[in-house]
């Protein structure tokens, strides 16, 4: 699932981030809900880790939805809805009282699953890096 999320991302480099989530060493994310279907199949997932500040919100405790992606075959079923509020139950467990995402403005099923989802928009930012 993260493949298909992040499909610029190698392979293997999702299966290290993987590895490291699951022994401990990874810093972000820091959950990983699963949506498993009746045949216990997993059909979504969502990672969230807890950022200083993001974008419109006005804490610096915001519970941040990192990845978020439903099977296409389980999509418009309520997965994703669950996992929202099962990351809207973590956010609040931790402290948090906003949770806050992002998106690519062109991916409009994101977009629309997002808001959907009872986000509402903060903007749209183009980002910069500089290597030092």
């Known amino acids: 699932m ?3 999320l ?3 991302d190698a392979e293997g480099e999702h299966a290290e981030e993987i590895e490291e989530f699951f022994s401990g060493r990874s ?7 699963i949506a498993e279907g009746e045949s216990g199949r997993l059909i979504g997932i969502a990672e969230l880790s807890i950022r200083t500040s993001a974008e419109g919100c006005r ?4 519970a941040y939805l990192e990845g978020w992606f439903v099977m296409p075959e389980s999509r418009r079923q309520g997965v994703g809805r ?3 509020a099962a990351a809207e139950e973590w956010g609040r467990a931790y402290d948090c009282d906003e949770l ?3 998106t690519q403005p062109e991916n409009e099923a994101s977009v629309a ?3 959907a989802a009872g986000f509402t928009d903060a903007g749209v930012v183009q ?3 500089k290597e030092l």
């Open 2 to 4: 993260r493949q298909a």
């Open 6 to 8: 992040w499909p610029e």
């Open 27 to 33: 810093k972000e994310p820091l959950a990983v809900l």
């Open 59 to 62: 804490t610096d405790r915001v």
């Open 82 to 84: 669950a996992l929202i």
């Open 100 to 102: 806050a995402s992002d």
């Open 113 to 115: 699953a997002h808001r």
């Open 127 to 129: 980002c910069y890096r």
